[in-house]
């Protein structure tokens, strides 16, 4: 496994800026799948740097992880649940593409007022929905009037999503590398730093984990150095500024 220190040995400092301009790195880390585990998403937002925690709206401590994650500073957003290419969706709170305008707007709606804290979305699973352009530009619609940015997981190279909300005025950006598909710790730590090269080499970066015990410890040993290598940012930082980052091919 990588040591923290090698993450300092390896990278040089840089400065923080409002948005990248291609020589500093900024990078931002989400936690996706925050609700079902309470003492999981309460060491997360312990955590004293900055990373963002996306809470699935329905979930048995969906509320309360926000309004701990609030508490703690973090950005919150909400891991919106949508219908994948392989798999039905079985979520209490899930959009999928046989929602009429009207069920799929209050499904939206519903999730927000579950979780008044976020400020922005993205997707859970969606590897069909986020290729809809017709639902995708719904969804869009609704995120626009209630000025929330939007995060696009990349669970399908064919995403319309980031595309949708750029045209629509819409911040937005995509995920980069997900850091623990393999939860292997030398693994997460080869993604960590591979997420770290991103956003030096691009000008900015969002890898996605998962609050496994594996990404939780590695975060713990990590963060603390990586002021040394790029900027943690919220990920509305990284949605808010020009488009510098290079898209990745799915892991």
Not at 30 to 42: A, E, F, T, W
Not at 95 to 120: M, Y
Not at 134 to 155: H, P
Request: glycine content about 6%; charged content about 20%; proline content about 8%.
């Amino acid at each position: 496994m990588l040591k923290a220190v090698a993450l300092l040995g390896l990278l040089p400092m840089l400065a923080l800026a409002d948005c990248p301009d291609g020589s500093q790195g900024q990078l931002a880390i989400i936690i996706d799948d925050l609700g079902y585990h309470r003492g999981r998403g309460m060491r997360l937002a312990a955590l004293p740097q900055t990373i963002t925690l996306s809470v699935i709206p329905g979930t048995p401590h969906a509320k309360q992880v926000a309004e701990e994650g609030i508490r703690q500073g973090k950005e919150i957003m909400i891991h919106m649940p949508m219908s994948p290419a392989h798999a039905p969706v079985d979520y209490s709170l899930a959009l999928h593409k046989n929602l009429s305008a009207t069920d799929f707007d209050a499904t939206v709606e519903r999730a927000l007022v579950e979780i008044p804290q976020a400020t922005g979305m993205n997707n859970h699973m969606g590897s069909r929905l986020t290729e809809d352009r017709i639902a995708m530009r719904r969804l869009m619609t609704v995120l626009k009037d209630k000025q929330l940015f939007w995060i696009d997981s990349r669970t399908t190279r064919k995403t319309v999503a980031v595309e949708t909300a750029a045209t629509m005025g819409i911040p937005a950006a995509s995920r980069s590398v997900f850091l623990d598909n393999d939860r292997d710790p030398p693994a997460i730590a080869r993604h960590l730093l591979r997420a770290i090269n991103f956003a030096k080499s691009a000008g900015s970066a969002i890898a996605i984990g998962h609050p496994h015990p594996e990404t939780i410890q590695a975060l713990q040993d990590y963060l603390p150095t990586l002021s040394a290598a790029v900027t943690l940012v919220p990920a509305s930082t990284i949605a808010r500024c020009p488009p510098t980052q290079r898209l990745t091919s799915i892991p």
